[in-house]
């Protein structure tokens, strides 16, 4: 079974086929990180010109990269929630017409358990951090199908608090990989 997955929750615009669920065929990134920087962090409304901008090339080179055509796809997997709303509505219906005029079924996919399930030799039950941009919840994770949010961020998470830090400290954004290289050289 392949699958073309598409991911546009934040500020990247992403592509990958995945054949039976863990073998990845192709993986494709275009990033607005360069045009982020200049704002100290991500604006939504320009991830999401940026996404419509890249959404159908990021696409056609995973699939190239993949050796298959659209037609060739089971289905079409999008990210559909959470994220930034603009850039979330970018991928869910650029995925939703490629599905249609493909005749594949589309298949919705939730961010933060699609950070948790792509973690295989993870076996249920365990507990989960997932940090990711906007989102930091601990997870109690009951089954790949099943699970239950312990706690949760209500303001920035820490992906927002590293951008933050970074841009106060003048080191760029993503703050994330940016704070962890000045901390290297630290003390």
């Known amino acids: 079974m392949n699958i073309l997955g598409i991911e546009t929750s ?11 669920g863990r073998r990845v065929l192709s993986n494709c990134t275009a990033t607005s990180a360069a045009e982020q920087n200049l704002y100290g962090g991500v604006v939504p409304e320009i991830a999401s010109r940026r996404h419509i901008e890249h959404i ?17 796809l089971d289905a079409v997997a999008v990210t559909f929630a959470p994220g930034l709303i603009g850039a979330v509505l970018v991928g ?14 589309l298949v919705p996919v939730h961010h933060l ?27 109690q994770v ?11 961020t209500v303001d920035d998470a820490a992906g927002e608090a ?26």
């Open 10 to 20: 934040c500020d990247d615009t992403c592509a990958a086929v995945v054949q039976d």
């Open 56 to 72: 159908s090339q990021v696409a056609q080179q995973a699939l190239a990269q993949a050796g298959l055509s659209a037609q060739q």
């Open 92 to 105: 869910v219906n650029f995925a939703k017409s490629l599905a249609f005029a493909a005749g594949k079924p």
């Open 113 to 139: 358990r699609g950070h948790i399930a792509a973690h295989p030799q993870l076996e249920p039950p365990f507990l989960c951090l997932v940090a990711s941009g906007g989102h930091s919840h601990i997870v």
């Open 142 to 152: 009951e089954s790949y199908t099943r699970f239950r949010v312990l706690g949760r």
């Open 162 to 187: 590293f951008d933050k830090v970074a841009r106060t400290l003048g080191l760029g954004y993503p703050g994330g990989p940016a704070v962890a290289k000045a901390a290297q050289g630290g003390s």
